[in-house]
C-alpha cells in the first residue's frame, strides 16, 4: 500500500489511514461517511478538511487527535494539518413537502407550562448560531408569544414584507418569526382547528426563511393542538422535552414522549432546567434513563437566566462566560450530534454529506 522506497505520500495512503479513524456519534469511518475533503501532499507535509455534520460538533477535538495520529503513522509524514468545515445535512422531507430552505426543523416542548421552553429555545437559538450554524427561532406559543420580548425585539422590529413573503427581523445573529409581531399589542386572538392549522402553516411557508441549518420552534406548553397542527403540517427533525428536576417531571416528560411518539416525531432528548437548591436536581435525568431517552443537559436556576429573558437579552449572547451560558453552549451541541444521529438513522443509505 505505501512505497516504502521512495517513502511518496499518496492520497490513497491517507485516505487508508483515515478509514480506520471513527466518526464518534456515527460510528463509522469518516473516509466512508465521505468527510474527508481537499487532501494535499507537500513532501512530508499532509493537510486534508473534515467536513463534519454540524459546525457545532462537541467531538471535533477528539476527531482532530485521532486524525492527525493515523496520518502521522504513515512513513514519510512529518506534519499534518487539520481544517474543518461544516455541511449540516437537510431532512428531504422538509423541503419535499413545504419547498423552504430549512434544513431541519427542532420542537421544543413540555407536558406542564412555565418550565422554561422558551428560554431554553432562545439561548440554544443563539448558541447555535454563535457556534456557526445558520439559525431560526419560530414561536408556535400563538396564544402567548414572547420570543419577539425575549429576544429583544419591539414594533420597530417588525418583518418586512419582500415578494409576497415577510422577511423575520433578526437579532443575536437568529432569524426570528413569531406571530406576536403579526397581532395588534393587547389583542387576544382565539384560533380555532383549520384557522390554528393555516396560521400555524403560513408561520413556514409565507416567511422569507433564509438557508438555516436549524430552525428551533418553541411550541405552547402541553400536548395539545399546536403540537399536533405543527406535526401535521411540517416533517418535524426531532423534538426536545423540557422538564424542570421535580418528581413530577417523569409524568410530564411522558406526556411530551407519547405525544412526539404517536406524531412519529423522534425525540432528541430531556433537558432538565431550573435545577438547584430550590427544585433539585436529577428528576429530569431520572426520568430520561427510565423513559430510554437521551438527557441532554442541565440548567441551573439563575437570576440572570430570568433577567436576560425579561430585558431581551440572553445570557448566551450577553454573558458567555456565565456557568449557564456555558450549559446552554453544551446544550447546543448535545442538540446538534442527536440531529446528526437521528438523520443518519433515518437515511443511513445516503452520503451524509
Ligand atoms: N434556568 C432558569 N433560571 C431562572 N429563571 C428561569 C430559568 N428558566 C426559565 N426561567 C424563567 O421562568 C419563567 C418561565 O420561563 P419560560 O417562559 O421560558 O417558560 P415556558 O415553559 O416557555 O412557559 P409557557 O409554558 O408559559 O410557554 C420566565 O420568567 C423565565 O425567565
Ligand atoms: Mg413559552
Redo the contacts with the bound molecule.
Keep these: 500500500m505505501f512505497n516504502r522506497k521512495t517513502n511518496t505520500i499518496t492520497e490513497k495512503d491517507v485516505l487508508a489511514a483515515l478509514s480506520k479513524v471513527q466518526e464518534p456519534e456515527l460510528h463509522r469511518d469518516l473516509v466512508s461517511l465521505d468527510m474527508v475533503k481537499d487532501i494535499r501532499i507537500d513532501g512530508g507535509k499532509v493537510a486534508f478538511t473534515i467536513v463534519l455534520t454540524t459546525p457545532a460538533c462537541p467531538l471535533r477535538g477528539q476527531m482532530e487527535r485521532d486524525a492527525v495520529e493515523a496520518v502521522k503513522a504513515l512513513p514519510g509524514v512529518e506534519e499534518v494539518q487539520v481544517r474543518f468545515d461544516a455541511t449540516v445535512r437537510a431532512d428531504n422531507r422538509i423541503t419535499g413537502r413545504l419547498n423552504i430552505p430549512i434544513k431541519n426543523i427542532v420542537a421544543v416542548a413540555?407536558g406542564k407550562?412555565?418550565?422554561?421552553?422558551?428560554?431554553?429555545a432562545v439561548n440554544l437559538a443563539v448558541a447555535l448560531a454563535q457556534q456557526g450554524a445558520k439559525t431560526g427561532i419560530l414561536d408556535a406559543?400563538i396564544y402567548?408569544p414572547?420570543i419577539p420580548t425575549m429576544m429583544g425585539l419591539t414594533r420597530d422590529h417588525l418583518p418586512s414584507p419582500r415578494d409576497g413573503k415577510l422577511v423575520p427581523p433578526v437579532a443575536y445573529g437568529v432569524e426570528v418569526m413569531s406571530m406576536g409581531f403579526l397581532i395588534p399589542p393587547g389583542q387576544a386572538v382565539i384560533w380555532r382547528g383549520p384557522l390554528l392549522h393555516g396560521a400555524i402553516r403560513q408561520l413556514f411557508t409565507d416567511v422569507a426563511w433564509g438557508e438555516l441549518d436549524y430552525l428551533i420552534v418553541?411550541m405552547?406548553?402541553g400536548t395539545g393542538d399546536a403540537t399536533l397542527t405543527l406535526a401535521q403540517s411540517v416533517p418535524v427533525t426531532g423534538g426536545i422535552i423540557?422538564s424542570t428536576p421535580q418528581n413530577v417531571a417523569l409524568e410530564d416528560a411522558e406526556k411530551s414522549l407519547i405525544a412526539f411518539q404517536k406524531l412519529q416525531v423522534p425525540v432528541l432528548g430531556i433537558v432538565e432546567?431550573?435545577a438547584g437548591d430550590v427544585f433539585g436536581e436529577g428528576g429530569a435525568e431520572r426520568a430520561a434513563r427510565r423513559l430510554h431517552v437521551p438527557f441532554l443537559g442541565r440548567?441551573?436556576?439563575?437570576?440572570a437566566?430570568?433577567q436576560g429573558?425579561?430585558l431581551g437579552r440572553p445570557i448566551v449572547a450577553i454573558d458567555p462566560n456565565n456557568p449557564?451560558a456555558q450549559a446552554f453552549h453544551r446544550l447546543a451541541q448535545a442538540v446538534a450530534a442527536r440531529i446528526s444521529v437521528v438523520s443518519f438513522q433515518s437515511a443511513p443509505e445516503l452520503r451524509i454529506i
Excluded at 407550562?113 to 431554553?120: E, L, R
Design positions: 413540555s407550562g412555565g418550565v422554561g421552553k422558551s428560554t431554553v406559543d402567548g414572547n418553541d405552547p406548553p423540557v432546567n431550573m440548567i441551573y436556576l439563575d437570576r437566566i430570568r429573558g425579561d449557564q
